[in-house]
């Protein structure tokens, strides 16, 4: 069906395109997308914009909310959200970005961790006009004979074009054949589910275009595909993730939650606001001007780190630990010439971690601190004095006067 150029051109579909465009790596059409735009709104008919989640772990943390912001954007220009549980392929293991083939989850598993991730995705979405679907719906009865005709609509050649099967085909790292078969069948979500729209990280735009491939394959119009940054986590180095100790947890207590995010760079602070702040990209230019012109970039993280606990607790439960921050810090800040300590041997134990630091000066000590309340980490109070720290980067205080940043390093 041909379109007229002006109609996508209309300033209705390029307001709608320049809400779409923020904070986003690619948009792959959008000539095409705004002719989608413009068919929907000249129709009626909302787009149908699909997000995939594997169920990997049970907690949703604020790099997987950079997407789903932008999926609640979409939400609120009237389209059609599809949430879609990856069951099926979570059996598979979607081996993206990695070097080395990442063991499938057991079935009880998949289970345990989808019961939680919809309930904690609606803190963003809204879950009234969100589409919950698994993909075992249609992957289950494909059998041997759906699965090896899927296959036959795509060439090995084109699958070794993705980076990271290259990168372990040249190094003689193997690659199991049923990794192929996690391209396939994301793609095949996308036939089943008659897509317009897919979006993901910047690491799944390979298998996002194997959507859109498969569907012209299927007789569809081919999906868009939008990817989005991965959100860097509190180290300001690794993308965030629970494995790396650098995360931050949406359903996390308020007063932790505040306090990662006030341990955060300044620089880092304004990659924060732009992916996830539901500021105007007009007052983020004004604030980051204000405090280039002398503002105390403290003011800015104090917004960012209240907006986001106010955004998953509630605007009372921001206050009070803002309250909390501030009657821990009364200098009005973390101290600026905090130590820097970097230690091996992560998963360590916070009574350990305490001694190597330099915040206690024996395990008898460490072990006192903590009994007494004294020890916290990014803000949070530490009451298990057996607790592991995983890799990762954290504020550790002993006290009201001991502070090191740590990095912790396996």
């Given amino acids: 069906m041909s379109h007229p150029s002006d109609a996508a051109d209309s300033p209705e579909v390029q307001a709608d395109l320049q809400i779409v465009r923020r904070g986003v790596d690619e948009l792959l059409v959008e000539s095409e997308f705004a002719?989608?735009?413009?068919?929907?709104?000249?129709?009626?008919?909302?787009?149908?914009?699909?997000?995939?989640?594997?169920?990997?772990?049970?907690?949703?943390?604020?790099?997987?909310?950079?997407?789903?912001?932008?999926?609640?954007?979409?939400?609120?220009?009237?389209?059609?959200?599809?949430?879609?549980?990856?069951?099926?392929?979570?059996?598979?293991?979607?081996?993206?970005?990695?070097?080395?083939?990442?063991?499938?989850?057991s079935r009880e598993q998949i289970e345990s961790n989808a019961r939680t991730y919809y309930a904690q995705a609606s803190m963003v979405l809204d879950p009234e006009r969100t589409e919950i679907r698994y993909n075992s719906e249609w992957c289950d009865p494909l059998g041997a004979r759906g699965l090896i005709q899927l296959a036959s609509r795509y060439t090995v050649a084109r699958m070794m074009e993705r980076d990271d099967f290259t990168r372990r085909f040249k190094g003689g790292v193997p690659i199991s054949v049923h990794e192929f078969l996690y391209p396939l069948l994301q793609g095949y979500d996308s036939v089943a589910l008659k897509s317009d729209l897919e979006l993901g990280g910047t690491d799944q735009k390979f298998n996002l275009l194997v959507g859109r491939e498969l569907q012209k394959e299927y007789g569809q119009e081919p999906q868009c595909i939008l990817t989005m940054p991965l959100l860097e986590g509190t180290d300001g180095v690794e993308k965030m993730s629970k494995s790396k100790g650098n995360y931050i947890g949406i359903s996390e207590p308020a007063e932790s939650m505040f306090g990662k995010l006030m341990s955060i760079?300044?620089?880092?602070?304004?990659?924060?606001?732009?992916?996830?702040?539901?500021?105007?990209?007009?007052?983020?230019?004004?604030?980051?001007?204000?405090?280039?012109?002398?503002?105390?970039?403290?003011?800015?993280?104090?917004?960012?780190?209240?907006?986001?606990?106010?955004?998953?607790?509630?605007?009372?439960?921001?206050?009070?630990?803002?309250?909390?921050?501030?009657?821990?810090?009364?200098?009005?800040?973390?101290?600026?010439?905090?130590?820097?300590?970097?230690?091996?041997?992560?998963?360590?134990?916070?009574?350990?971690?305490?001694?190597?630091?330099?915040?206690?000066?024996?395990?008898?000590?460490?072990?006192?601190?903590?009994?007494?309340?004294?020890?916290?980490?990014?803000?949070?109070?530490?009451?298990?004095?057996?607790?592991?720290?995983?890799?990762?980067?954290?504020?550790?205080?002993?006290?009201?006067?001991?502070?090191?940043?740590?990095?912790?390093?396996?």
């Fill in 35 to 105: 002719r989608k735009l413009a068919r929907s709104r000249a129709t009626g008919v909302p787009l149908r914009i699909k997000l995939g989640l594997d169920p990997t772990a049970p907690d949703i943390h604020l790099g997987h909310t950079v997407v789903l912001n932008k999926m609640r954007q979409l939400q609120d220009l009237g389209h059609t959200v599809i949430f879609l549980i990856g069951d099926f392929t979570t059996t598979i293991g979607d081996p993206s970005g990695r070097n080395s083939t990442r063991p499938p989850l």
């Fill in 265 to 410: 760079s300044d620089t880092l602070m304004w990659r924060y606001f732009t992916l996830l702040s539901f500021l105007s990209e007009a007052e983020i230019a004004r604030l980051r001007a204000e405090t280039e012109n002398g503002r105390n970039p403290r003011d800015a993280k104090v917004m960012l780190a209240s907006e986001i606990v106010a955004r998953f607790h509630g605007q009372a439960a921001a206050q009070a630990a803002l309250a909390a921050f501030e009657a821990r810090f009364r200098d009005g800040a973390i101290p600026e010439d905090m130590p820097e300590v970097t230690l091996g041997g992560a998963p360590l134990g916070i009574l350990k971690l305490l001694r190597e630091a330099g915040l206690a000066a024996s395990a008898s000590e460490a072990q006192r601190n903590v009994e007494q309340g004294g020890v916290r980490v990014d803000g949070a109070r530490i009451e298990d004095k057996s607790l592991q720290l995983t890799e990762g980067c954290y504020v550790v205080q002993v006290g009201k006067r001991k502070f090191a940043r740590v990095t912790l390093r396996g």
